[in-house]
């Protein structure tokens, strides 16, 4: 059985010489995609909330199986049957696999909570992977491709809730989704701390052990301090998470007033 599955594996391993960022395969793909995912989720905005969550919980299975190949192609094709602590899926943008496969079982509240962090910070880091697009680059094929519909999937996502008005509005529900993003960021630390000595990993690009590794932060961390650093980070994430909020909550004020005139 693992015989024929290592044989389907290669069959699926085209090399390719992986796009520069800003090329043309990168901001075609991206322009198609994100322009698809946002016509996509600006029509199913107006399905009842059942059907909704059962298109979320849907991308969250197709998540899930396309990091199961994502592990094994790893696993099998590109470290020779080793595993890589870089590309464990508790990334930013790997929560809404997770968050999408819980939210047909969440109560009311929890789901408003699950859906605000979806749209505040998980958009947020599709969008800005879109902008320093280096991580998406592989030289396969397959894992090209994956990374970049990975991140297009969390934009209909996003949008599809932002759409729907899934999201909630209040102050209240954006602290209870950044206290959710702060518990990932502890969960990704303390992997990050166990799993230093098997292999180095930077979930959430907060390792305590190098200076951070995206672009401006490096420079950041490389200045004042790795925690200093992480910190920095982390707090410019919960900024540009509560600006969209922000956002969405006017967005929720003029359609509210503009229903009732």
Not at 47 to 57: H, K, Q, W
Not at 174 to 179: S, Y
Request: hydrophobic share 50%.
């Amino acid at each position: 059985m693992e015989n024929l599955m290592v044989s389907w594996l290669w069959k699926t391993a085209w090399t390719m010489t992986p796009p520069h960022p800003y090329s043309a395969f990168h901001l075609c793909f991206a322009a198609f995609g994100i322009s698809a995912a946002a016509l996509a989720a600006w029509r199913l905005r107006t399905g009842t909330e059942g059907f909704r969550i059962r298109i979320l919980a849907g991308m969250g299975i197709l998540l899930a199986l396309s990091e199961l190949y994502k592990q094994l192609f790893l696993f099998y094709i590109v470290n020779g049957r080793q595993y890589d602590w870089w590309y464990f899926p508790f990334q930013l943008c790997s929560v809404p696999m997770y968050l999408c496969l819980l939210l047909p079982f969440a109560g009311n509240r929890m789901r408003h909570t699950l859906c605000t962090f979806m749209y505040s910070y998980n958009l947020l880091g599709a969008a800005m992977v879109f902008l320093e697009p280096s991580g998406l680059m592989h030289p396969y094929w397959t894992l090209t491709l994956h990374s970049f519909l990975w991140h297009i999937v969390l934009i209909f996502i996003g949008l599809l809730i932002g759409f729907s008005g899934m999201a909630s509005a209040s102050l209240h529900s954006f602290v209870k989704a950044t206290g959710l993003f702060l518990g990932c960021c502890l969960i990704a630390t303390v992997i990050n701390v166990l799993a230093h000595p098997l292999g180095n990993p930077d979930l959430f690009y907060i390792t305590p052990y190098y200076p951070n590794t995206q672009i401006v932060y490096s420079r950041i961390s490389a200045r004042i301090g790795i925690i200093p650093g992480n910190l920095i980070y982390v707090g410019s994430i919960v900024l540009g998470a509560g600006l969209l909020h922000w956002g969405n909550g006017k967005m929720v004020k003029k359609s509210t007033a503009g229903a009732s005139s």
